[in-house]
């Protein structure tokens, strides 16, 4: 038994070490891949639930990684949270959005992600409306997704830089809405123009947790009502989640139903770097 649980701990820190390395090698490849701008914004329309009218999309960042493919963030932004890394990509896949915002006239608003770090950071209201009108974009088709956690963490702070935004005609949207704390009685305070019902309650309304989710997505709807502001249900994959999201009052939706989100260019098929080779 004894030499049992040495082999554990051995395989243990085989494991760690490995995981460790894993870790290194993806924040040396996300360095290059910063070098090479190899990031591009994939969009995911935005509808209207009563006649399904496409009223804007979201910008969703994938990394054209040279042997993995387009990865989504979900795979590499922990490795770049701590050390600024995704502010820089955050940066990159801003300006592809605004070029694209710039060169295509209608097709609604569209909506960026941003970290709760990259948010707090100094002068980032300005920044990005420095960006946008680098770009030639218009900052009313704009609109920037933020979670509860970027709200309350500094609450004066984001209050200044929300209305800084809003002045400038960039509206905010709350994302994941009803994962976080809630802290409801904050929510009045802040510019906020719309809250995104998380998929989880919508993926809850076909299974057992269907009464569950059902009250949860009334009483969201009932909240934005009460604040004045819109509503999106993400993650809407069935035609009955769409029906049942419509019929309790929800006015937009997104998801896999009406669209899965879909690169804005060609892939990169070579890199820079490659020509200088
Ligand atoms: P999110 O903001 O909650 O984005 C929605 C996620 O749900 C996206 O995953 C999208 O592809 C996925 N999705 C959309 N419709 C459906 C559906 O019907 N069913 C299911 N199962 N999933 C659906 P994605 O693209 O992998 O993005 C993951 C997260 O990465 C985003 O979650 C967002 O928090 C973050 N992110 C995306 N783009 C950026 C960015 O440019 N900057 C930063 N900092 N974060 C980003
Ligand atoms: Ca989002
Ligand atoms: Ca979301
Ligand atoms: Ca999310």
Known sequence: AKSGGRDRSMLFDAQMRAEALRLLDLEADLRRAINREA?????????RLSDG??????AL???????????????????????????QVDWLMYRRVFEWLASHEGGGYVSINVSPSHFRSEDFASRLLGLVSACGADPNR????????????????ALRTLNELREN???????????????????HR???????????????????????SLALIRAILALAATLGIDAVGEGVETAYQSDTLRDLGCVYGQGFLFGH?????????????????
Not at 39 to 47: A, K, R
Not at 61 to 75: K, T, V
Not at 261 to 277: E, I, R, T
Request: glycine share 8%; with cysteine.
């Open 190 to 212: 802040f510019p906020i123009q719309c809250l995104k019902i998380d998929r989880s309650f919508v993926a809850g309304l076909e299974g057992e947790s269907h009464m569950e």
């Open 169 to 187: 005609g960039v509206y905010a949207l709350l994302d994941d809405f009803g994962t976080g704390f809630s802290a409801l009685s904050y929510l």
């Open 261 to 277: 989100p879909q690169p804005v260019s060609p892939p990169a098929l070579h890199y820079p770097d490659d020509d200088a080779a």
């Open 61 to 87: 960042l994938r990394w054209n990684h040279e042997q993995q493919g387009p990865l989504s963030p979900d795979a590499f932004i922990g490795v770049g949270e701590d050390n600024g890394l995704i502010e």
């Open 39 to 47: 990031f591009e914004p994939w969009m995911q329309p935005i509808v």
């Open 142 to 157: 704009l609109r920037i997704e933020i979670t509860e956690v970027t709200l309350l963490d500094d609450a004066p702070r």
């Open 53 to 58: 009218e496409v009223v804007g999309h979201e």
